[in-house]
């Protein structure tokens, strides 16, 4: 007798038909039948209307930040003030002769004073780019950020905190940039307060009235410049229009009706860097347009900081909930015994959202049994594909059965190429949300689009179900980081990658998979801090000594085992595995601000080390036992 097939709490699926296309030469083309229909002009259209409709809800909330570095109760941000603070820095802005030659640059973490510049920025038609806040805190030489200034020679700078972001911007802000900030002043530098600002006294006519620079935006208006996290190469500046924020938004609508729910507006309990597509454009965007509240959380998923995600969400309900799988991982653990968390994050929520990584499934399983002892179903886990240059939202799951992997169908309006590359299958992107290219790189903008002016992801997919297109595509990892053994094998690192990362749950954040030109494949790990239990080791050992204790080595001695057995081949057999004391550095590119692991600048940087493994002389280097000594261990 078959088990019972699981129940959901309810959610509709807006996309769930596909039109497939085959071309002659192996190409095909995949789009929604679901037609898009018809998108704003601007994002500002959306603060004005809600700042009329609901002036006196929430836009935006964070906790009050005390002087020893503890958070209060919530400030909130209403619509009414949110669109007064638009008018009023945007003013200020367009005084000072700001434009897209000239935009503005911030050096903030997500805070109120941050979205108040943005939403400025927004009104008056002025271009602004959020910079990496790791890029002025945990950077030792600050090249990205001179980078970030060398590309957008920017005419203002905001800094949240002058005390915090003072050697970054003394180092990467040259002379005559005007900087601005919410606390402090800057040595030696003139330094205007954000106060001044926001006291600027708006004109609604005549030159430079901030109400007629508002009316002449419109879709083709550059928005923001969007950093990518970069790998080998310094990062370069998406572009982003109002065109293909607009769209976006409604393409994430007609996906996930949930957010337009005119009885439910969203409500969000995030920490996604603005820096970032899915927080910034993502998450604020959804928000804003569909009227709803976003709570900044200044939690991240760290062993330092999860407590005050934890914390949020035992006070705050989201209706909807997005992180990263690191995130998700934590927060299921830790609902497995707190009762008020389980019950306050379920007792609303109609969608959770992963993206940036792979979901393991054994994370996933978790969250299911949590959710069915407290409310008796399943929370969707949705999910689906995208990066920065797609505004980021571009597929999307297509049914409640999801697994880990599966991306669903393209959003409505937008159309993907999938192309044979090797044995891989490469998506491209082609719609109104995907940008125009990248600031003052014409060399860079030419080679990402194909002669159909087609976005070239790198991405590479396959179908779920090759008899049934409807179910859509599932990931299979990045085409660039797929490689060949010397014996001409070639090598998958993206379903392998994830294979190793549930094998190891939850003690591994992530894997580099190792191996070009070599006879074996061979994987480093990146732990994460649940494996400090395994030693028994307290929290201030070096984790150097955690990752040669004998009882973490005997462990991931028996995953490596685990994976052995269950290898079909040389291609996906890990033959030697490495433990990484040192973790992923900000500086060369290794890890963005997400958490998220970029497997060519971690290769690349610690090219030594991957040589050693792959030589037998890396210490700690862990082999496949034989059957018949694992049989007898």
Same mark, same amino acid.
């Given at each position: 007798?078959?088990?019972?097939?699981?129940?959901?709490?309810? *959610?509709?699926?807006?996309?769930?038909?596909?039109?497939?296309?085959?071309?002659?030469?192996?190409?095909?083309?995949?789009?929604? %039948?679901?037609?898009?229909?018809?998108?704003?002009?601007?994002?500002?259209?959306?603060?004005?209307?809600?700042?009329?409709?609901?002036?006196?809800?929430?836009?935006?909330?964070?906790?009050?930040?005390?002087?020893?570095?503890?958070?209060?109760?919530?400030?909130?941000?209403?619509?009414? +003030?949110? !669109?007064?603070?638009?008018?009023?820095?945007?003013?200020? !802005?367009?005084?000072?002769?700001?434009?897209?030659?000239?935009?503005?640059?911030?050096?903030?973490?997500?805070?109120?004073?941050?979205?108040?510049?943005?939403? =400025?920025?927004?009104?008056?038609?002025?271009?602004?780019?959020?910079?990496?806040?790791?890029?002025? *805190?945990?950077?030792?030489?600050?090249?990205?950020?001179?980078?970030?200034?060398?590309?957008?020679?920017?005419?203002?700078?905001?800094?949240?905190?002058?005390?915090?972001?003072?050697?970054?911007?003394?180092?990467?802000?040259?002379?005559?940039?005007?900087?601005?900030?919410?606390?402090?002043?800057?040595?030696?530098?003139? %330094?205007?307060?954000?106060?001044?600002?926001?006291? $600027?006294? @708006?004109?609604?006519?005549?030159? &430079?009235?901030?109400?007629?620079?508002?009316?002449?935006?419109?879709?083709? $208006?550059?928005?923001?410049? *969007?950093?990518?996290?970069?790998?080998?190469?310094?990062?370069?500046?998406?572009?982003?229009?109002?065109?293909?924020?607009?769209?976006?938004?409604?393409?994430?609508?007609?996906?996930?009706?949930?957010?337009? +729910?005119?009885?439910?507006?969203?409500?969000?309990?995030?920490? !996604?860097?603005?820096?970032?597509?899915?927080?910034?454009?993502?998450?604020?965007?959804?928000?804003?347009?569909?009227?709803?509240?976003?709570?900044?959380?200044?939690?991240?998923?760290? @062993?330092?900081?999860?407590?005050?995600?934890?914390?949020?969400?035992?006070?705050?309900?989201?209706?909807?909930?997005?992180?990263?799988?690191?995130?998700?991982?934590?927060?299921? /653990?830790?609902?497995?015994?707190?009762?008020?968390?389980?019950?306050?994050?379920?007792?609303?929520?109609?969608?959770?959202?992963?993206?940036?990584?792979?979901?393991?499934?054994?994370?996933?399983? %978790?969250?299911?049994?949590?959710?069915?002892?407290?409310?008796?179903?399943?929370?969707?886990?949705?999910?689906?594909?995208?990066?920065?240059?797609?505004?980021?939202? &571009?597929?999307?799951?297509?049914?409640?059965?999801?697994?880990? =992997? +599966? *991306?669903?169908?393209?959003?409505?309006?937008?159309?993907?190429?999938?192309?044979?590359?090797?044995?891989?299958?490469?998506?491209?992107?082609?719609?109104?949300?995907?940008?125009? &290219?990248?600031?003052?790189?014409?060399?860079?903008?030419?080679?990402?689009?194909?002669?159909?002016?087609?976005?070239? $992801?790198?991405?590479?997919?396959?179908?779920?179900?090759?008899?049934?297109?409807?179910?859509?595509?599932?990931?299979?990892?990045?085409?660039?980081?797929?490689?060949?053994?010397?014996?001409?094998?070639?090598?998958?690192?993206?379903?392998?990658?994830?294979?190793?990362?549930?094998?190891?749950?939850?003690?591994?954040? +992530?894997?580099?998979?190792?191996?070009? /030109?070599?006879?074996?494949? =061979?994987?480093?790990?990146?732990?994460?801090?649940?494996?400090? &239990?395994?030693?028994?080791?307290?929290?201030?050992?070096?984790?150097?000594?955690?990752?040669?204790?004998?009882?973490?080595?005997?462990?991931?001695?028996?995953?490596?085992?685990?994976?052995?057995?269950?290898?079909?081949?040389?291609?996906?057999?890990?033959?030697?595995?490495?433990?990484?004391?040192?973790?992923?550095?900000?500086?060369?590119?290794?890890?963005?601000?997400?958490?998220?692991?970029?497997?060519?600048?971690?290769?690349?940087?610690?090219?030594?080390?991957?040589?050693?493994?792959?030589? =037998?002389?890396? @210490?700690?280097? !862990?082999?496949?036992?034989?059957?018949?000594?694992?049989?007898?261990?």
């Amino acid at each position: 007798m078959s088990a019972a097939a699981p129940r959901y709490r309810a *959610l509709d699926f807006g996309v769930t038909q596909a039109s497939v296309r085959h071309a002659a030469d192996g190409t095909t083309y995949l789009s929604a %039948t679901l037609p898009l229909q018809p998108y704003a002009h601007r994002m500002t259209d959306y603060l004005v209307h809600w700042a009329k409709q609901a002036p006196e809800r929430s836009f935006m909330a964070r906790r009050a930040k005390r002087a020893d570095g503890s958070t209060g109760d919530w400030v909130h941000l209403s619509y009414a +003030d949110a !669109l007064d603070a638009a008018r009023s820095i945007g003013q200020a !802005l367009l005084d000072r002769g700001l434009s897209t030659e000239r935009p503005v640059l911030i050096l903030s973490e997500n805070d109120l004073e941050h979205a108040q510049i943005a939403l =400025g920025c927004l009104y008056a038609g002025i271009p602004w780019s959020p910079a990496s806040p790791a890029y002025s *805190l945990v950077s030792q030489d600050f090249e990205k950020l001179r980078h970030m200034v060398s590309t957008l020679t920017p005419g203002l700078v905001f800094a949240s905190d002058a005390a915090r972001y003072e050697r970054a911007l003394l180092a990467a802000i040259p002379e005559g940039v005007e900087i601005a900030t919410a606390s402090g002043s800057v040595p030696s530098r003139a %330094t205007t307060s954000f106060a001044s600002l926001r006291a $600027t006294a @708006p004109r609604s006519e005549g030159d &430079g009235a901030v109400d007629a620079a508002m009316q002449a935006t419109g879709p083709d $208006t550059i928005t923001k410049f *969007l950093f990518t996290s970069g790998s080998t190469k310094l990062p370069k500046a998406v572009i982003n229009t109002q065109r293909m924020w607009c769209a976006n938004q409604r393409q994430m609508a007609q996906s996930m009706p949930v957010l337009a +729910d005119p009885d439910s507006p969203p409500v969000l309990v995030d920490w !996604l860097p603005w820096n970032h597509t899915f927080g910034g454009n993502h998450n604020v965007g959804l928000a804003l347009v569909h009227g709803g509240t976003l709570y900044i959380d200044d939690g991240k998923p760290t @062993p330092a900081l999860i407590g005050e995600t934890l914390r949020n969400l035992r006070e705050i309900a989201p209706t909807v909930y997005f992180n990263v799988p690191t995130g998700f991982e934590a927060i299921a /653990n830790a609902m497995k015994t707190d009762e008020v968390l389980r019950k306050n994050l379920l007792s609303r929520v109609r969608m959770f959202f992963y993206a940036g990584a792979a979901l393991a499934q054994p994370v996933w399983d %978790t969250l299911h049994e949590v959710e069915e002892q407290e409310i008796g179903e399943r929370v969707v886990m949705g999910t689906g594909l995208g990066m920065t240059e797609s505004g980021p939202f &571009g597929l999307y799951i297509t049914r409640p059965e999801v697994k880990s =992997g +599966d *991306l669903g169908l393209p959003a409505a309006g937008l159309e993907l190429k999938l192309v044979p590359s090797g044995d891989k299958t490469e998506v491209r992107y082609r719609g109104p949300n995907i940008t125009p &290219g990248y600031w003052r790189s014409p060399e860079a903008t030419a080679e990402a689009f194909d002669e159909e002016g087609f976005f070239c $992801t790198g991405d590479a997919v396959a179908w779920i179900d090759p008899a049934n297109p409807h179910l859509g595509l599932r990931f299979d990892g990045r085409i660039a980081e797929d490689f060949k053994l010397a014996t001409g094998t070639f090598v998958s690192v993206g379903p392998l990658r994830a294979k190793i990362i549930a094998a190891g749950a939850p003690f591994v954040q +992530d894997a580099v998979i190792t191996g070009l /030109n070599e006879k074996e494949v =061979g994987a480093m790990l990146f732990t994460t801090g649940a494996v400090r &239990g395994l030693a028994g080791l307290g929290s201030d050992a070096p984790l150097a000594e955690v990752l040669s204790h004998p009882k973490v080595l005997s462990h991931f001695q028996q995953v490596l085992n685990d994976l052995a057995a269950q290898a079909t081949g040389s291609a996906n057999r890990v033959a030697r595995l490495l433990l990484l004391a040192e973790p992923p550095s900000i500086d060369k590119g290794e890890v963005t601000d997400k958490g998220s692991i970029n497997q060519r600048a971690v290769l690349k940087h610690r090219a030594e080390l991957v040589a050693a493994l792959h030589a =037998g002389t890396a @210490p700690n280097t !862990l082999l496949p036992q034989p059957t018949e000594q694992r049989r007898h261990a």
